[in-house]
């Protein structure tokens, strides 16, 4: 089985988009004029909860061109043990209180909003207000208002800002989006996205109280399979009909457990995704008028997998997908690379989320997508 590998993708993209590596004249002078001179992007994370202490903040100990600058902890134990860990002077340590004070910190260039959903929107404004530029978990909020207001508080700062969708800087999303451009396999006319894992344990979790989290499966695992779906066919889907299934209400009292919803796209591909707080599935399929591939894995941490129609091998070596995310974010403040994963991006797929529970909410009816072509596409 011969191999699609780094190396010859690489040669590929260098001629691409790394060759755009160029810094250029920006709308944004003031928030880039402080960052020019700066080879590191000084990265502050708010909510020290589990992704930023096993992803985030180890992933910064690997970065180039970013690294952990400061911490913002509403839990005051968790200071000193980041700061021995880390070696974060106190003058970087704050909490959700005198956070706004992070404005008068040189050091801190960016801020990194790792809260449950519905603390994205506060913080990423204060963040932004702040003069800092942004980077906001996924999902972008809880709801589309939320993200244009924190897409309107970065612009109207003149400040950066950017997805945490890790998926979008890794190696096989780039290949995914490039079989598609293409025409590897001929026209897409299918693509199938499942992002799902077993919820159990505390009943008292954020991810279960509707209130932070904003709703389920498909608020926390289906924006993968609803991404998996676009870069999958290359277009933003022009309508979608869904379906939600509940077989444990005891445990999932106020959000949703398993959610299935099918998009139709103007080419005439047509997709289906699954999300699931209750059973285990991680996987994409896209079907082409000459033939398929899939990865599957295809949305955890990696290492990720795929084969092809072809008999080919999909793989690449195993990096941090966080790592590779943010180093992009800071290479798009740098250096004017390209913006990966927009905040356009983030508002998009929280569109596409409401019209999903549009569409439960009416028994499972189409309802109309109406996206400017590319809208919410990164660079
Ligand atoms: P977590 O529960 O492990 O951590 C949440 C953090 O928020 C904790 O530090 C907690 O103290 C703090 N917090 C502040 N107010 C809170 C409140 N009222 N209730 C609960 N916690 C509160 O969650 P996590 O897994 O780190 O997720 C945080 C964010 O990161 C979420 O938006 C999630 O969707 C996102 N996330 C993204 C990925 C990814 O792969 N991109 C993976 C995991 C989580």
Known sequence: MSKISRRNFNTLTAKGIGGAAILSATPFACALGANQDKKSLGIALVGLGSYSTYQLAPALQETQHCHLAGIVTGTPEKEKIWADKYSIPQKNIYNYQNFDEIANNPDIDAIYVVLPN??????????????????????MAVSVEECDAIISACKEAGVKLGMGYRLQSEPYTQQVKKFVKEKTFGDINFVSADAAYRSGGNPDQWRLNKALSGGGALMNMGVYAVQSVIYGTGENPISVSAQEFSTRPEYFKETD????????????????????????????????????????????????????????????????????????????????????????????????????????????QKIALNFEPGFGFGG
């Open 257 to 364: 457990e398993t959610i299935t919803a099918q998009f139709e796209f103007k080419s005439g591909a047509i997709s289906n995704i699954t999300t699931s707080h209750n059973f285990n599935a991680n996987a994409m399929y896209v079907s082409g008028t000459s033939g398929w591939f899939q990865l599957q894995p295809a949305n955890n941490y990696g290492p990720l997998s795929g084969r092809t129609s072809k008999g080919e091998e999909i793989k690449f070596p195993h990096e941090s997908q966080q790592k590779l995310q943010m180093d992009d974010f800071a290479k798009h403040v740098l250096f004017d690379e390209p913006n990966i994963a927009p905040g356009e991006m983030g508002k998009r797929d929280m569109m596409i989320v409401e019209a999903i529970y549009e569409s439960i909410a009416k028994g499972g």
């Open 118 to 139: 519905s603390m994205h929107a506060e913080f990423c404004i204060r963040a932004a207000k702040a003069g800092k530029h942004v980077i906001c978990e996924k999902p």
